[in-house]
């Protein structure tokens, strides 16, 4: 089985280390980012030197849409995902909780509990024997 991952928040930190090790473990690896496109790259040209197949993916994980073409953009180029890790997060910057508008308890709920669950969804669209894939792990990621 071919091994297609898809790295949410892939750009730094826990997300890029994963990108690293699943390059030399021979995965073709799609590097998710929301913003900082030039850390992704950065990371893109860090695992293709390493020799694996890989793309940068621009998509903000808390939107359906962008869940579905960042799934259809690996489906076209990389092949059918077997592996998701879901380490994109956020907490903004520190403040109190009754100093937090609506507008960022949602933005922060969004990212981290809705965009795990909807990119869930769509590796299991893929993966789950019911939908005619062949297995495959996702793995949640949580970080201070």
């Known amino acids: 089985m071919d091994k297609v991952l898809i790295i949410t928040?892939?750009?730094r930190g826990i997300g890029a280390a994963?990108?690293?090790l699943a390059a030399r473990q021979?995965?073709?690896?799609?590097i998710n980012f929301q913003s900082d496109e030039e850390a992704a790259h950065r990371v893109l040209e860090q695992v293709r030197a390493l020799g694996a197949q890989a793309?940068?993916?621009?998509?903000d994980v808390s939107i359906e849409d962008e869940v579905i073409a960042l799934f259809h953009r690996v489906d076209t180029e990389l092949g059918r995902v077997t592996a998701l890790v879901n380490n994109?997060?956020?907490v903004g910057h520190k403040s109190r909780?009754?100093?937090?508008?609506?507008?960022?308890?949602?933005?922060?709920l969004k990212t981290n509990v809705l965009g795990p669950i909807?990119?869930?969804k769509h590796a299991v669209l893929r993966m789950s024997p019911r939908?005619?894939?062949q297995g495959g792990s996702i793995v949640n990621v949580s970080s201070v």
Request: proline share 0%; aromatic share 6%; glycine share 18%.
């Open 131 to 133: 939908h005619g894939g």
């Open 26 to 30: 021979g995965y073709r690896i799609c």
């Open 118 to 120: 909807l990119c869930a």
């Open 18 to 20: 994963t990108a690293l």
């Open 55 to 59: 793309i940068a993916v621009r998509a």
């Open 88 to 90: 994109a997060g956020t």
């Open 9 to 11: 928040g892939g750009g």
């Open 97 to 108: 909780v009754d100093e937090m508008s609506e507008f960022r308890i949602l933005k922060v």
